[in-house]
């Protein structure tokens, strides 16, 4: 897809996105963030995907916009048009299917956009972060959608306005990754959370994520009203007859749709 820049795998009902362009560190060129957009579009449409996991190739996860592309700069500030960084974050936001960020290596500015607009993140304990944008006359605008929910304005004002940048331990105690883990029990840990989530029934994962996105931003009231609404939708549900009768019947659960 697009020049090879970006590979999708399938097995076990688990998409593997892998950004392939160590040459500029997977710089988020023109050319890779269309092939992001046809992977993830792919992944999420596909009925035997159940789960995603977004990752790079080579030792760094996304070093952000590529500088090289002046234009493609130019777009970036934008949101790029209907393939840009924007579509990207809200595909990975928005997806029924949970999204985990394998982190293999150090993120900077746009880069970490796409891991805090993923539900689940796991980096390499050698990883390095920063949110770099200042230091070269721009802004985190548009990734600031997807990180300030997950730092807060406090945290979030130190980093965007210091560029500094921060090491694996501290993504973890910002709230940015869920875990830091030596290289070599990566894809251990990534496969533990994808082992439970496959336990999960499709329509509920993409039901909690609603609950997660939606929720916070709700007056009590209305997070009430929407909660119990989805509740009794989920109740009465396909799923839930067979998750319940699974249960009581001591056996795995079989999914409507999904592996």
């Known amino acids: 897809m697009s020049d090879g820049l970006v590979h999708l795998e399938r097995a076990g009902g688990v998409a593997t996105v892998t950004l392939d362009s160590p040459a500029n560190r997977n710089a988020l060129s023109r050319a890779l963030m269309a092939g992001l957009k046809e992977s993830l579009d792919a992944a999420i449409t596909d009925d035997r995907v159940r789960l995603i996991v977004l990752t790079g190739a080579g030792p760094v996860f996304c070093s952000g916009a590529d500088l090289k592309e002046r234009g493609g700069v130019s777009e970036q500030g934008r949101g790029g048009g209907p393939g840009g960084l924007v579509t ?7 997806s029924p299917k949970p999204v985990i960020a394998r982190v293999n290596g150090p993120a900077r500015a746009g880069g970490l956009g796409l891991i805090a607009a993923c539900d689940i993140a796991v980096c390499v304990d050698s990883a390095t972060f920063a949110f770099s944008e200042v230091r070269i006359g721009v802004i985190p605008a548009i990734i600031s959608v997807v990180i300030l929910p997950k730092l807060g304005p406090t945290k979030g004002m130190a980093l965007f306005l210091t560029g500094d940048t921060f090491d694996a331990g501290e993504a973890v105690r910002l709230g940015l990754l869920h875990a830091a883990v030596p ?5 251990e840990r990534i496969g533990r959370y994808a082992s439970s989530i496959l336990q999960g ?14 929720v916070p931003g709700m007056s009590i009231d209305a ?11 989920f109740f009465t549900s396909a799923d839930a007859r067979e998750g319940m009768t699974a249960f009581a019947e001591k056996r795995p659960p079989r999914w409507a749709q999904g592996l």
């Open 88 to 94: 990207i974050l809200k595909q990975i936001w928005y």
């Open 183 to 187: 290289a070599d029990q990566l894809d």
């Open 201 to 214: 029934a499709p329509g509920a994962l993409a039901g909690c994520k609603r609950l997660v996105r939606e």
């Open 223 to 233: 997070a009430f009203a929407f909660t119990a609404a989805l509740s009794a939708e």
